[in-house]
């Protein structure tokens, strides 16, 4: 099989396309090939890795212009899935040497500046943990939490910060300062937890103009996440909160 | 340029954040990381950590329990430590905001786990160690931690008998950079990529140990490697023990429930060792479905029970095995999933050589003997995280400024090796030696093991060792050189095979996770002692070091 990946040097560096022709076999991942290029045919070539289970969140690049962890997306079920993400450039403009009929083509994450190769600069999207101060104030004393309470939170707690949804989302795409859809899942993640005392200061963080305001409700986040989180529902409350009409979520 | 700190913790998982937490306050700490934090292997534990939370158990019999478990070689003064703090621990995290699945009165809740005598162990559904290890790296961020993070460290420097900062390479602009401080704790995790089948990260090839091994601190208990005896078929991934916990059944190739013949009475919540060898005798003795595997059938829990307690395990075994749990069984295997032994330490982390500490899968202190009670390696990190911290702490009360002549002339020095290998332009490739050793330590030095077996394997890691030292790495790039971190981190993982296997071979008893086909008895006279390796690769040599008995009498471990 034929896979065309993104090459490129820097962040001053030009991309370009190599071609690398690998066998595949039944319930290969796009990550298993990764290696076999990088074993057979070029040492040089960059990707992140780490529990190839898709739990660690290292490996999120664009796969057939869909962004996917590398480890979990099988090779010979990729002509079957669509996600059906509002296009953006990143997504949309496709190298004259590619059709999917050809074979299958590997870049690197959208919307965050390309270190080499598939590596992409991390550092805007975990920013906002810090600047959002995403954290638990330690408590005095351990709490109870009721069942309720933690399902409540369960699919925000799932997040694995591998920012598909920052690389699958327009507006990250043109604005460089987006807090992006994980940090503000996150964020209710805090303020719905049964537990917090301060949650306040989650919704203000949230609501900041550089957080849930610039969201557009696109919703490629929902379509693209891994893990279920569905980020742009909670945007979608975070926003509802900032307006005051919103139910309690704790 | 060398940078400083009072103290550099390698490896940014439960136990080094934890270690880096307890001393935020105390002194100027960075963690040095090969990946980001979150991307460490403390984020694919699932099933839970254990603490007598309840008031029918007791720290006591987490002890005994552990201590049984691991046929009676855990260090009793460490297994006290361990399980007194337990409580404590599991509440820590709950004050920092870590979201345990709850009884219905709103109490953490806890599930059955193999070899304990008690539902002691804590969860947040199958995906504990991500709770928990986003909750550390929150409160980390919360006090500034210093993180460098995508830092590979090479070598520990050691001045006049003492350690004085280490060597790294920089992967973003491939710089090798000397770091110089007062102390050093190793919390790099465990070495399962030594082997060809394991549950284990793709980074966990031991980094810390190898680094120890060669500025002289001993390794202990190396033999002792964990195969769990439920991983997913073909990707290795693993299926937790919480699946059996929750009530899954193992059966072979003509249906049996076959636990019934090995472990009437505790069936598959036998410990680790027990029930992985349970299933490799049913491979091997042609009851393996293809010859290859058993089935792990969770179809009576029920899609909602499934669906509710499991949820990773049937996301990772319908992406990964084309399998849906709810409606099939699951094919599993044995395979490496944890590293009992490590860098030789005291239960307060300090090794044998001053200014280095080693803490969690990384270091050997040591609290799970000849096999590891699931449950326990969790708790080990945070525990023992905090415990270091303290030691640490004290320590640097009384010690100098570091040699940050000796750590530029190290620096120098591994840049020249560096550059040496990067310019060999003929030589095996890595690749090539990657794929011989993983195979070599799954057949010889696996779940079963001999005399003949383990010589073989000795020979062949030795060959492997001097193909590496001539190995050539191709055309590659300065910036982000994956090739030449998994190089190095080989060379690391070659140096480890010797020990594990030297540590086997010498070892000439049955003990826990090491079965010794031709000595299948515990042999307590000779064995009831630590294995401690030291010395330089292709001449290793062992010694054996006093076990800590004392609250529990040593008997025979039934279950």
């Known amino acids: 099989m034929r896979f065309l990946i993104a090459r490129s040097h820097g962040r001053a560096g030009e991309t370009h396309y190599d071609t690398f022709e690998v066998e595949v076999k039944k319930g290969d991942t796009v990550l298993d090939v990764l290696f076999r290029i990088q074993d057979e045919h070029d040492p040089s070539l960059a990707f992140r890795y780490s529990c190839r289970g898709a739990v660690c969140g290292s490996c999120a690049m664009l796969i057939n212009k869909q962004p996917q962890l590398a480890c979990r997306t099988q090779v010979m079920g990729l002509g079957e899935k669509d996600m059906h993400l509002r296009p953006f450039p990143a997504i949309e403009t496709v190298p004259p040497e590619w059709s999917p009929a050809q074979g299958v083509l590997v870049e690197p994450l959208p919307n965050l500046p390309v270190l080499k190769d598939l590596v992409v600069d991390m550092r805007p999207f975990f920013r906002a943990l810090r600047d959002m101060e995403l954290w638990a104030a330690p408590a005095q004393e351990p709490r109870t939490q009721g069942p309720e309470g933690r399902a409540r939170i369960q699919r925000y707690l799932d997040c694995i910060m591998c920012a598909i949804c920052y690389g699958s989302c327009p507006v990250n795409a043109e604005h460089s300062d987006y807090v992006g859809p994980a940090a503000l899942a996150k964020a209710l993640r805090f303020y719905a937890d049964s537990r917090v005392t301060d949650r306040q200061r989650f919704l203000d963080a949230a609501l900041a103009p550089n957080a849930a305001p610039m969201c557009e409700l696109i919703m490629n986040c929902v379509r693209a996440c891994p893990k279920g989180v569905a980020p742009g529902g909670a945007i979608r409350q975070l926003k509802a909160l900032g307006h005051g009409h919103a139910t309690d979520t704790q | ?559």
Not at chain 2, 271 to 278: G, M, N, T, W
Not at chain 2, 424 to 450: A, C, H, Q, W, Y
Not at chain 2, 510 to 529: C, I, M, V
Request: hydrophobic letters at 40%; charged letters at 25%; a negative charge.
């Open chain 2, 1 to 559: 340029m060398t940078i400083r700190h009072d103290v550099l913790i390698v490896g940014a998982g439960l136990a080094g954040l934890r270690t880096a937490i307890g001393l935020a306050e105390h002194c100027d700490v960075a963690v040095v990381t090969k990946t980001h934090p979150l991307r460490s292997h403390s984020v694919a534990a699932q099933g839970g950590i254990n603490a007598a939370l309840g008031k029918d158990d007791s720290w006591e019999r987490h002890a005994f329990d552990t201590v049984k478990g691991s046929d009676y070689l855990a260090d009793q003064d460490a297994v006290e430590v361990l399980t007194k703090n337990a409580a404590a621990a599991v509440y820590e995290c709950e004050r920092w905001g870590t979201a345990f699945s709850r009884n219905d009165d709103g109490t953490i809740a806890q599930r059955p786990f193999g070899g304990a005598s008690f539902p002691r162990t804590c969860y947040a559904a199958d995906r504990t160690g991500h709770n928990l290890l986003h909750t550390v790296y929150e409160q980390a961020l919360r006090l500034g931690v210093t993180v460098y993070e995508e830092w590979f460290a090479t070598s520990l420097v050691v001045s006049g008998g003492r350690v004085t900062g280490l060597v790294a390479l920089e992967l973003s602009s491939g710089d090798v950079l000397g770091l110089a401080s007062r102390a050093v704790v190793l919390a790099t995790g465990g070495f399962g990529r030594v082997y060809g089948r394991s549950t284990n990260a793709l980074i966990n090839t031991g980094d810390g140990c190898a680094m120890a091994l060669r500025a002289g601190a001993p390794l202990k208990d190396m033999e002792f490697v964990q195969f769990h005896p439920t991983t997913l078929y073909g990707s290795n991934i693993l299926i937790t023990e919480g699946a059996r916990g929750e009530g899954g059944v193992l059966t072979n190739s003509e249906g049996h429930r076959f636990m019934g013949e090995y472990a009437p009475d505790q069936m598959e919540l036998a410990p680790r060792d027990i029930v992985a060898r349970a299933i490799q005798t049913e491979i091997d003795s042609g009851r393996g479905v293809d010859g290859q595997y058993v089935w792990l059938d969770l179809r009576h829990l029920g899609a909602s029970r499934i669906k509710e307690r499991l949820p990773g395990i049937r996301e990772i075994c319908m992406h990964f095995g084309g399998v849906d749990p709810v409606d099939e069984p699951i094919p599993v295997q044995p395979g490496q999933h944890y590293s009992m032994g490590g860098v030789h330490c005291d239960w307060t982390g300090k090794t044998p050589v001053k200014g280095l500490y080693a803490v969690g899968e990384t270091s050997c202190m040591s609290v799970h003997g000849a096999n590891r009670l699931g449950g326990n390696s969790l708790l080990e990190t945070l525990v023992f995280g905090a415990v270091t911290a303290r030691t640490v702490a004290k320590d640097l009360a009384s010690t100098g400024e570091p040699d940050v002549t000796a750590v530029e002339d190290a620096a120098f020095r591994e840049r020249e090796r560096l550059q040496g290998l990067l310019l060999r332009k003929t030589g095996s490739r890595p690749t090539d030696i990657r794929r011989e050793l993983g195979p070599v330590m799954d057949r010889l030095v696996g779940v079963f093991r001999n005399e003949t077996g383990l010589t073989e394997a000795l020979g062949r890691v030795r060959g492997l060792q001097g193909q590496a030292q001539r190995a050539s790495l191709g055309e590659t790039d300065r910036e982000f050189n994956y090739a030449l971190v998994r190089a190095l981190e080989l060379e690391n993982m070659l140096l480890l095979a010797e020990a594990i296997t030297l540590g086997a071979l010498m070892r000439r008893e049955s003990r826990g996770a090491h079965w010794r086909t031709d000595y299948p008895q515990r042999n307590d006279e000779e064995f009831l002692k630590h294995t401690l390796v030291t010395g330089a690769p292709g001449a290793l040599a062992v010694q054996y070091t006093d076990v800590h008995l004392g609250r529990f009498e040593v008997k025979e471990r039934k279950y």
